[in-house]
């Protein structure tokens, strides 16, 4: 019988009170070398771990029920503001969406004595490693035998977001190489390999999710100090006062979202899109 020594680890952790441990490299400004390693059991096929992610008010990003074909209503929220054709409820809709949040093992140069570590990040590096496959020179680019290190440059981009700096990322590959002279140490890297990570992110339930969402939708979201825009604000802004319009009495007000917002989730918007093809035309725009 095989034993997946990561599995005993981590239950070891569960029963003595512990959360289990993943290292996250977030690489600083200037050049890093790092060797990606392969996920134990790919999803799909797929040598990258997706997970999606909302970023709600101050709250703490959490995982994506729907992904999981689990209830969510952030994600029925969103539908049903989307399906009003309102281009202000559409905005609204902008806001709660999930974001894309990308993992992968690696092992950093010159770090190697912290083991393995995962790096996570959005879109576009996803979409910059995932070309290597189709480059017969770097096909083969996480293999620890004959792959290749990739060389990632962090450089201030000039620009800023909610009133901080922000950076562009650089990921180009370099020749061919092994990830270890050592066979042994090798395979002790590739057996380290977390073979999880949603303990990276918190799960909520229902519950804790539409309570989130009733704290922000009536919240004043000129005060939030979330960096919406005034166009945002405006949008979140109207709705709030419908909600808080529409009874005085604390108890209506406490009611579930999706049923603050009586719209009809299957109704046509005004273009000529279907909903459900509008829809994941708004999920699939970049952030």
Request: proline content about 6%; charged content about 35%.
């Amino acid at each position: 019988m095989a034993v997946d020594l990561d599995a005993i680890r981590k239950r070891l952790a569960e029963l003595s009170g512990q959360r289990f441990s993943i290292q996250l490299w977030k690489p600083g400004i200037g050049e890093h070398r790092v060797r990606a390693l392969p996920w134990k059991n790919p999803k799909d096929g797929m040598p990258l771990e997706e997970r999606w992610l909302y970023y709600i008010g101050k709250e703490r990003a959490f995982l994506a029920p729907n992904q999981f074909g689990k209830p969510d209503p952030v994600h029925d929220l969103t539908r049903k503001l989307y399906s009003t054709g309102d281009p202000k409820d559409r905005e609204l809709a902008k806001m709660l969406k999930p974001s894309l949040k990308v993992h992968i093992p690696v092992i950093v140069r010159g770090e190697e004595s912290k083991g393995v570590q995962v790096w996570s990040f959005t879109k576009g590096i996803y979409t910059r490693l995932l070309s290597f496959f189709n480059d017969e020179d770097t096909v083969a680019w996480m293999d620890p035998y004959e792959g290749n290190d990739l060389k990632v440059t962090i450089q201030p981009s000039g620009k800023m977001f909610n009133g901080k700096p922000t950076n562009d990322t650089i990921v180009d590959t370099r020749k061919s190489s092994k990830l270890h002279e050592s066979d042994d140490q090798i395979k002790k890297w590739l057996e380290s390999v977390p073979t999880e990570i949603n303990s990276l992110y918190p799960e909520k339930s229902e519950r804790e999710i539409e309570s989130i969402l009733n704290g922000w939708l009536l919240s004043d979201p000129k005060s939030d100090g979330d960096g919406r825009n005034d166009k945002s604000a405006d949008a979140l802004t109207q709705l709030t006062d419908e909600i808080k319009g529409s009874s005085s009495d604390d108890e209506k007000k406490s009611k579930k979202v999706a049923k603050k917002v009586d719209v009809d989730v299957d109704a046509k918007p005004s273009s000529k899109k279907s909903l459900d093809d509008a829809f994941n035309d708004l999920m699939s725009e970049d952030d």
